[in-house]
Structures are given as structure tokens and as C-alpha cells.
């Protein structure tokens, strides 16, 4: 499946035709530990609704009311890239099953 891609700063942000959550690329910062416990640390974590080695998904309570966010830590090429989540407004989205189904697509990223 092929989407189309925008620059936003560093990062680059890629929908997918009838997906409704996106997905951001950028330089990872750390490992897939390292992500998890900066994303254990945002206002408003309750906690891992989905956790394995490579992938996870964090409940996080939104003007009271319980979305998700979801992020893998890649190696593509020789450099690591985090693949997470996005909506138009924030990187959560109440719909856990659109979360889990963008992330599924970060399997399939390929390093042009």
C-alpha cells in the first residue's frame, strides 16, 4: 500500500487512503524503552493497553475521555526511525481499532 507523504518540520507525516489515523516518521531519539518510558511520562498516561518487544500502544485520558496512541521503534537503512500515531488534532484518537490498524502499516515501511 503506498500513501502520500508531507515534510512537517523534522518529521514527515503519511496518510493513507481510508485509514483514519495517519502515521508520523521521524529520527528516533532512543530505543523502543526509551520511547516507552517518555510516553509513560506525558500528562494524562493511564496505561499500556497493547505492549511487545517492537510495538505499543498507550491509553492516554484526554479531556477526560480515554484515547490511544500508538508508536514502533524501526531500523530502516542505518538509521532508527519511531513510527507513531497521528490525527488531525493530536497523536491519540478515540477509535483504538483505527490506532492499531495504522500501526500495522508501519510493518510494512521500506527505506526508498
Sequence with gaps: MTGKAQPAGG?????FPGYEVALTLSNAHG???YAKK???GEPGFVRWDYEKDDV???EIEVDKV????GFTVKKLGDASFECGTL????RTSPNEK???????????????
Design 56 to 58: 505499543a500502544i498507550a
Design 38 to 40: 517518555r510516553t509513560a
Design 11 to 15: 518529521d514527515v507525516i503519511v496518510r
Design 87 to 90: 490525527t488531525m488534532k493530536r
Design 31 to 33: 530505543d523502543m524503552a
Design 98 to 112: 483505527a490506532v492499531k490498524d495504522a500501526l500495522a502499516l508501519c510493518e510494512g515501511l521500506r527505506a526508498r
Design 66 to 69: 480515554k484515547e490511544y496512541m
